[in-house]
T-cell receptor, first 113, second 111 residues
Framework: AQSVTQLGSHVSVSEGALVLLRCNYSSSVPPYLFWYVQYPNQGLQLLLKYTTGATLVKGINGFEAEFKKSETSFHLTKPSAHMSDAAEYFCAVPNTGFQKLVFGTGTRLLVSP | DTAVSQTPKYLVTQMGNDKSIKCEQNLGHDTMYWYKQDSKKFLKIMFSYNNKELIINETVPNRFSPKSPDKAHLNLHINSLELGDSAVYFC??????????FGQGTRLTVV
């Protein structure tokens, strides 16, 4: 079954620092992969997605992620953190048949001034 | 013009009551979902509907009954509410084989 693992339940950075949130997937077949962001008391918003083609995917709010098949990873990065980036971030993969999304356990990003 | 809207946003109720959460999407999607987010932010699928047909029921107690009157609506009815049902419930929709769009969530508190 498809699954994703997010390392680190909390990541703390200073404003202006690099953001790196880790996601590894388990699949022998390159899957679709998604990153979602959840701001406090809000729903989930799609940040970016990988389907096929270019392995470096750019998303909203300056985020990007690189699909690395050799490492089965899809880590999320942003060169310079902003206070408004503080939120919960979820990596997700569809199950076989794309009937549902399977989410990682989430990583809370804390940004300090 | 909200894409996926669910009501109510907050629901506080006593144990044993029956309650419903409504969801509507105006994106023309053919698939709708209910997800549950627990207090540790864990997100888990409950139900998936495709063209009004149930395609996933992920070991949810039968006190939970989804109903899809048409492709744009997927409501969730919960009977005999228990303390453990307290969570945030998210409705979502998608076109086949694409990303899901989520509603704002309904925070259910059972007291």
């Amino acid at each position: 079954a498809q699954s994703v693992t997010q390392l680190g339940s909390h990541v703390s950075v200073s404003e202006g620092a690099l953001v790196l949130l880790r996601c590894n997937y388990s699949s022998s077949v390159p899957p679709y992969l998604f990153w979602y962001v959840q701001y406090p008391n809000q729903g989930l918003q799609l940040l970016l997605k990988y389907t096929t083609g270019a392995t470096l995917v750019k998303g909203i709010n300056g985020f990007e992620a690189e699909f690395k098949k050799s490492e089965t990873s899809f880590h999320l990065t942003k060169p310079s953190a902003h206070m408004s980036d503080a939120a919960e971030y979820f990596c997700a993969v569809p199950n076989t048949g794309f009937q549902k999304l399977v989410f990682g356990t989430g990583t809370r990003l804390l940004v300090s001034p | 013009d909200t894409a996926v809207s669910q009501t109510p946003k907050y629901l506080v109720t006593q144990m044993g009551n029956d309650k419903s959460i409504k969801c509507e999407q105006n994106l023309g999607h053919d698939t709708m979902y209910w997800y549950k987010q627990d207090s540790k932010k864990f997100l888990k699928i409950m139900f998936s509907y495709n063209n009004k047909e149930l395609i996933i029921n992920e070991t949810v107690p039968n006190r939970f009954s989804p109903k899809s009157p048409d492709k744009a609506h997927l409501n969730l009815h919960i009977n005999s509410l228990e303390l453990g049902d307290s969570a945030v419930y998210f409705c979502a929709s998608s076109r086949s084989n694409t990303e899901a769009f989520f509603g704002q969530g309904t925070r259910l508190t059972v007291v």
